[in-house]
């Protein structure tokens, strides 16, 4: 979101706001006012516009509200990017609850699909041509032990994105996806210190060595490699690009 506002876009950022649900950790959720704390930073560092709205991701009511509120206050939208996600929930496959699955496949796959569907609706009727971005993984191109669900969703994603691709084009909207590798923050937090757990690791320090001596570009990704690839495809200079799923893991994943 600091990029984008950086670049000039007027940025609305949405999150569930509370927990709700017996598998959804208050840990990875933003409230309403830490929200609002994350607009006025990007506010302060960039100069720019960001503005917040409290959407769960899977239901349609709240996505149909937060695409027709944006439109509303900003007067059209040109970019989403499809960034919710659940990945915390770690354990073997025979072990894997009901509920546990459905929580991470409505988050990260629904919801990206609400998304698609609505916003890209709004797109078609201004005339806009949009650009969607989908945050995926590159657990979307490799299996993940103790990932079923997480890699499940990430895998539909890629199928997502392209169905939508060709779908949109017409429209002029470009569909495509990013596959980060592990980051230090947010899911990517939790599942290092998953893994740190399963190779005896001391400390967190030792995970990131770890992980890093495994990429060929010697470091874990960080948020802004990210970032800069939403962003590159959500320019002018991606227009002719649609229906990709992008590595940004720094060489560990090629295909």
């Known amino acids: 979101a600091r990029k984008f506002a950086a670049e ?10 509370k927990p709700s649900g017996p598998n ?3 840990d990875n ?5 830490e929200m609002d704390e994350v607009a006025k930073g990007i506010r302060n560092a960039t100069g720019g516009t ?9 239901s349609e009511d709240d996505v149909k509200r937060c695409v027709a509120d944006t439109v509303k206050q900003f007067g059209r939208l040109d970019i989403v990017v499809n960034n919710a996600g659940v990945g915390y929930i770690m354990k073997p496959l025979t072990e894997f609850a009901l509920d546990e699955w459905d929580l991470v496949l409505d988050v990260n796959l629904r919801g990206p699909f609400l998304f698609l569907k609505h916003a890209g609706a709004a797109m078609i009727a201004a005339k806009t041509p949009g650009r969607f ?5 590159q657990a979307a191109k490799s299996g993940a032990p103790s990932l079923i669900a997480y890699s499940s ?10 169905t939508a691709a060709i779908e949109l084009a017409p429209h ?13 923050t947010g899911l990517g937090a939790k599942q290092n210190e998953f893994r740190g757990t399963k190779i005896g690791a001391k400390t ?16 874990v990704g960080l948020p802004e490699d990210t970032a800069n690839a939403c962003a590159f495809l959500a320019s002018d200079e991606a227009a002719y690009i649609t229906g990709e799923a992008m590595n940004v893991s720094g060489g560990e994943e090629m295909h």
């Open 8 to 17: 000039g876009a007027k940025v609305v950022l949405t999150d569930i706001g």
């Open 24 to 26: 959804l950790s208050a």
């Open 29 to 33: 959720i933003g409230t309403s006012a």
């Open 50 to 58: 960001a503005a917040t709205m409290i959407c769960d991701v899977r």
């Open 133 to 137: 971005i989908n945050i995926a993984s």
């Open 153 to 162: 969703s990430k895998h539909g994603m890629i199928g997502l994105t392209r």
């Open 172 to 184: 002029g909207i470009t569909v495509n996806a990013v596959c980060p590798n592990h980051v230090t």
């Open 204 to 219: 967190m320090d030792d995970v990131i060595a770890f992980r890093s001596a495994k990429i060929p570009l010697g470091r």
